[in-house]
Nanobody
């Protein structure tokens, strides 16, 4: 099992930026993903990074605004969020997978989540 802990959430005005962190420990994993869940909505895929190559994949709704990157030495993955919009308000989760997927069921380990609130 992989242990994941997110940090960096908070309250920001529209147009602002936040950087989320996800510290990982435990078993070997190959892909790290970010998901989010807004009130009353289903959890949705945001971004994914291949831990080895650094290759990334993003949801259309965040392309060009969010950047996912990792620090191998710190076993930490980051989600840099720029040009934030009120519709980005959600609880953000990081998750670990052993295959390249964007489907929730493919991620076996999840962090507890961190709240991001974007005010208009």
């Amino acid at each position: 099992q992989v242990q994941l802990v997110e940090s960096g959430g908070g309250l920001v005005q529209a147009g602002g930026s936040l950087r989320l962190s996800c510290a990982a420990s435990g078993r070997t994993f190959y892909f790290m993903g970010w998901f989010r869940q807004a009130p009353g909505k289903e959890r949705e895929f945001v971004a994914r990074i291949d831990w080895s190559s650094g290759l990334t994949s993003y949801a259309d709704s965040v392309k060009g605004r969010f950047t996912c990157f990792r620090d191998n030495a710190k076993n930490t993955v980051y989600l840099q969020m720029n040009s934030l919009k009120p519709e980005d308000t959600a609880v953000y989760y990081c998750a670990a997978a052993r295959v390249p997927t964007t489907v929730q069921a493919g991620f076996g380990s999840w962090g507890p989540g961190t709240q991001v609130t974007v005010s208009s």
